[in-house]
């Protein structure tokens, strides 16, 4: 008697566990397909890569991407209050926007670091900035070094999208620096051009300026040399 009982409680258990995934499921599947995407990578040159609100081709298929987490402040960058988007629905209307963005430019190695993203309620900072990548290496436990990113992104900036592929950038450049010191950092010295004057400001900048043009078909100037080393360090830091 006492093991049927034990049988039957296990039953019940094991039942409403299933009824509890069934429910999650069904939860965001109809979440998703609510939900407007948006893809600024598609093939057409005439596409504006910071346009909001056209239908897309594209969605993502996971929310978040790997484990970065959307936030309206944060310990790592904090904001101030008038900054913060306090609207919900407008906060998450931009931060799957922002997810189908990275779904669409990077393989999770090249986002590993980033640990989130800020999502501000304004259309730039005091510097005249519209985006902001922090970076914090510290020891890991298994030995060697642990780079994490977060980045602050001013979403009602125009060009908040090509921002966002900027620091994302950032993030990447600085969690494979040994790989680009060792393998690109000569080379890239010895190429001309910029695609933007900001650019010019440092090697750093030029990166993640270079990186944003490739990432959106944008027109790289005198400065093809460059988009096509960041090509060749992309694609080896994809897998």
């Not at 039953?11 to 995407?37: C, E, M, P, T």
């Not at 919900?88 to 999770?108: G, I, P, R």
């Not at 890239?188 to 030029?206: L, Q």
Request: charged letters at 25%.
């Amino acid at each position: 008697m006492k093991r049927f009982f034990t049988i039957l409680f296990l039953g019940f258990v094991l039942g409403l566990s299933f009824a509890y995934r069934v429910q999650i499921y069904n939860f965001y599947n109809d979440y998703y397909n609510n939900q407007k995407s948006l893809n600024v990578f598609e093939d057409s040159e005439n596409k504006d890569p910071n346009a909001i609100g056209f239908e897309p081709e594209y969605h993502s298929t996971e929310f978040p991407y790997g484990n970065i987490k959307f936030v309206k402040n944060s310990n790592q960058i904090p904001i101030a209050e008038d900054m913060v988007m306090t609207d919900e629905n407008e906060f998450n209307d931009y931060a799957h926007k922002y997810n189908d963005v990275l779904c669409k430019s990077f393989s999770l190695p090249q986002v590993k670091s980033i640990q989130e993203i800020i999502i501000s309620d304004c259309s730039g900072f005091g510097d005249g900035e519209c985006g902001l990548c922090s970076t914090v290496t510290s020891s890991s436990s298994r030995g060697g070094t642990r780079v994490t990113s977060s980045i602050l992104i001013a979403a009602r900036h125009p060009d908040h999208i090509r921002s966002l592929l900027h620091e994302c950038c950032h993030a990447l450049y600085f969690n494979n620096l040994d790989l680009f010191n060792r393998e690109f950092k000569d080379r890239w010295n010895n190429c001309s051009g910029f695609v933007t004057d900001y650019a010019g400001t440092n090697i750093e900048e030029d990166f993640a300026e270079t990186g944003s043009f490739y990432l959106s078909n944008s027109d790289a100037g005198d400065a093809l040399e460059k988009i096509s080393l960041f090509k060749e360090f992309y694609l080896k830091t994809k897998q």
